[in-house]
C-alpha cells in the first residue's frame, strides 16, 4: 500500500493567539489528537484551563486557629463545594474526550492529495465497492479518487491497495501504509491478455479473472404469414455477461448472468473445486451432464443455431446441485454424475425429489495423433427422477432457445390445462461424435418414459413413452481443420482492406432431426389430438460464415413436416413450416 504523506501543519491555524494558555502540566501536553484535530483540540484545551483557573480561584489554607465552640464553627460555603465537583467532573471528561480523540486519529487515514480507496496500474480501468482498477485509467473507491498511468510497455500489473496511487520510479520502494491489514488485499505482479476473453492473472497463474461476452442476434422470418402467436421477427435470444477465474488454483469459480428474449437472469453460478482433474466437485447452478450436445457442446460453437427437438423440449437444462466429474485412463474417458432438483431450467424445486444425472463419453483413440480415428467420441448420458409439478415447458416447439413457452418457433403440441407432470421419468441418450480434418459429424439417439397425470384426482396416470434421434453434418470449404466443436480461427479473416483482404471461413451445415410420442398423449387425455401432432422431423440447410474467430454469422432454412395438420392460427392448420434464418454472433 502506499501511503500519502500527509503535512502536519495543512490547515491548521495558530493556536497560541486563538485559545488560552494551557499550562505545560496540563492533560493536553503531546497530545496526538491535538494535531489531527485542531478545532476539537482547542474546545478541550479551553476546558481544561478553566479548570486552571477553578484551582487558582480556590482560597489559600489559612493557619490552624484555635477550635472554637461547635456553635459558632463556620461551615463550608456551598460555592466552594460547587467548584470542586464541577472541576472533578471537567478533568475526567478531559480525560475521557482524549481517549476517544486520539482512537479516531489512529483508525482514519490521513489526509493527503489523491488519496482514497481506489487502486490502478497496468492497462484497463474498473471499479469495485472497495475500489479497484485495473489499468491506464480511473478506478473509484468509497472515498474518493485516484487515476494511475504507467508506461504502455509495462508487460504486468501491479495492483496496490489504498493511498494515493502516483507512479513511482523503477529503483523507488514500494511504501506500505499502517491501514494495510493482512488479509485485505494481496498485492501481486500480475499479466493482462485478450482473446478469447479478457484476463487478468497473477504471473504464477494462482490467481484469475476472465470475462467473456456473448451476443446473438436472429433474424427469423416464416413463409406462413399470419400465425399467431408466432411472427416473423428480430430478436436478441441471448446476451450472457460471464465472469469466471480463479481464487488459487484449486477453487474456480463462474458467473453467466443472461438476458434471454424477454428477461434476464442468473445463468450460471457455482464453484468448482479442481485438485485433481481425476475428480472435480461443482457446487451451484450449471448445466447438468445430460445429452452430449449440452454438455459438451457450448451454443456458441454448434454447427446449428439451436439445439435438437428432444433436448429443447424434455432435456433437463440448467439446474442446482452437486456434481463430481473428471477424466480418467490418461483423458481417453470422461464421466460426470450429479445430484439436481430436478426442475427443468428452474431455481425453486417444486416437489421434495431430488433427480440423478450422469454422462460417460469414450475417447479411445486420442492418444494416436494424426489418426483418422483420433477425435472420435461414443457414449452415453441418463436422466432420472420424480415429478410432481406443471409440465416444463407447457408448449411443445419447432426451435426454442431455451426450456419455456416463449412464442419464438411454431408449436406442434399444448398440454391441457389440467396436466401434471406425475410420477417417474426415466430418459436416457446414446452419442456418436466423430471430427476429422474439415468434418464434423454428430449423432443422438435418445428417449425414455415422462409420466404424466390428470388434476385433481391426478388420475388417470400416464406413463409416455418418448423418442427421438438427429444427424448433424458440418464441413469447412475453406479448408479449417476440427478436433472438435471449439472457437474456431479462420485461416482468413473476412477483411476489405487493401492488403488484408480475405474472405474468412465458409461451413456447410445439414441436421435431420426426428420426434415421436406414444399415442398415449392424446388417448389418455394430456392434448387435444385435433389440434396437435405427436410426431414430426425437421430438416435444417445452412451456412456458417466465420468474419474472426469472435465474429460468426449463420445463414440457413429449417422446414419442419408435421405428422398430422396443426393449428398455427385461429382456425387454420398447416402440415409443414418453412423458416429463414439469419443469426450475427459475438463471441469472446
Not at 442468473?266 to 466437485?281: A, Q, S
Amino acid at each position: 500500500m502506499i501511503a500519502a504523506d500527509h503535512d502536519e501543519d495543512e490547515g491548521c491555524w495558530d493556536r497560541a493567539a486563538s485559545r488560552p494558555k494551557v499550562r505545560e502540566e496540563g492533560p493536553l501536553r503531546g497530545w496526538p489528537g491535538s494535531k489531527t484535530f485542531p478545532l476539537l483540540a482547542v474546545i478541550l484545551g479551553t476546558i481544561a484551563s478553566l479548570g486552571t483557573e477553578a484551582r487558582a480561584q480556590e482560597p489559600a489554607p489559612a493557619p490552624p486557629a484555635p477550635t472554637p465552640a461547635p456553635a459558632t464553627a463556620p461551615a463550608v460555603t456551598t460555592r466552594e463545594v460547587q467548584l470542586e465537583d464541577e472541576v472533578r467532573q471537567l478533568r475526567d471528561m478531559v480525560k475521557q474526550l482524549s481517549t476517544k480523540v486520539d482512537e479516531l486519529s489512529q483508525s482514519l487515514p490521513a489526509k493527503g492529495p489523491g488519496s482514497g480507496s481506489a487502486t490502478g496500474s497496468g492497462p484497463g480501468t474498473g471499479t469495485g465497492a472497495a475500489g479497484t482498477g485495473t489499468g491506464t485509467g480511473t478506478g473509484t473507491g468509497n472515498a474518493g479518487r485516484s487515476t494511475s498511468t504507467g508506461p504502455s510497455s509495462q508487460p504486468d500489473i501491479s495492483a496496490t491497495t489504498g493511498g494515493s496511487a502516483a507512479p513511482r520510479g523503477p529503483l523507488e520502494p514500494r511504501r506500505t501504509s499502517r491501514f494495510n491489514m493482512p488479509g485485505m488485499a494481496l498485492d501481486l505482479p500480475a499479466k493482462v491478455n485478450f482473446g478469447p476473453g479478457f484476463q487478468i492473472q497473477t504471473e504464477d497463474s494462482e490467481y484469475q479473472f476472465q470475462f467473456h461476452d456473448l451476443t446473438q442476434v436472429d433474424g427469423r422470418f416464416y413463409t406462413q404469414a399470419e400465425q399467431t402467436p408466432v411472427h416473423s421477427t428480430f430478436l436478441l435470444p441471448r446476451e450472457w455477461f460471464i465472469f469466471s477465474g480463479r481464487l488459487s488454483k484449486p477453487f474456480e469459480y463462474y458467473v453467466a448472468i443472461a438476458q434471454g428474449i424477454d428477461n434476464v437472469n442468473l445463468l450460471d453460478g457455482y464453484l468448482n473445486v479442481n485438485f485433481d482433474p481425476r475428480m472435480n466437485l461443482k457446487i451451484g447452478r450449471y448445466k447438468t451432464p445430460f445429452t452430449y450436445e449440452f454438455y459438451a457442446l457450448g451454443i456458441n460453437a454448434m454447427p446449428t443455431p439451436e439445439r435438437s427437438l428432444f433436448y429443447n423440449n424434455f432435456g433437463l437444462n440448467r439446474d442446482i446441485g452437486l456434481m463430481a466429474y473428471g477424466s480418467l485412463y490418461d483423458k481417453r474417458f470422461d464421466y460426470a454424475v450429479g445430484i439436481f432438483n430436478g426442475t427443468r431450467n428452474g431455481y425453486i424445486d417444486s416437489n421434495d425429489f431430488k433427480d440423478a444425472a450422469a454422462l460417460i463419453n469414450f475417447r479411445p483413440f486420442s492418444k494416436r495423433e494424426g489418426s483418422a480415428l483420433e477425435a472420435l467420441n461414443f457414449g452415453g448420458s441418463v436422466l432420472t427422477g420424480l415429478q410432481n409439478n406443471v409440465p416444463i415447458p407447457t408448449v411443445l416447439r419447432t426451435n426454442v432457445p431455451t426450456t419455456g413457452n416463449t412464442a419464438i418457433g411454431p408449436q406442434f403440441l399444448t398440454f391441457n390445462n389440467n396436466v401434471r407432470e406425475n410420477g417417474e421419468r426415466n430418459l436416457w441418450s446414446l452419442h456418436a461424435a466423430y471430427f476429422y480434418r474439415q468434418l464434423s459429424l454428430i449423432a443422438e439417439w435418445q428417449g425414455g418414459i415422462q409420466s404424466y397425470a390428470l388434476t385433481p384426482n391426478l388420475s388417470p396416470h400416464t406413463r409416455l413413452p418418448i423418442e427421438s434421434y438427429y444427424v448433424t453434418l458440418a464441413y469447412f470449404l475453406t479448408g479449417e481443420t476440427v478436433s472438435g466443436r471449439g472457437i474456431l480461427k479462420p485461416k482468413n479473416n473476412f477483411d476489405l482492406r487493401k492488403g488484408k483482404r480475405g474472405l474468412g471461413a465458409f461451413e456447410l451445415v445439414t441436421r435431420y432431426n426426428y420426434l415421436g410420442m406414444g399415442d398415449q398423449v392424446f388417448t389418455d387425455g394430456l392434448a387435444d389430438p385435433n389440434l396437435w401432432t405427436n410426431h414430426l422431423y425437421t430438416v435444417d440447410l445452412g451456412v456458417n460464415w466465420y468474419w474472426t474467430q469472435f465474429i460468426k454469422v449463420y445463414l440457413g432454412w429449417q422446414r419442419a413436416e408435421f405428422g398430422s395438420p396443426v393449428v398455427y392460427a385461429p382456425n387454420r392448420f398447416q402440415q409443414t413450416s418453412d423458416q429463414l434464418w439469419m443469426r450475427f454472433q459475438i463471441y469472446f
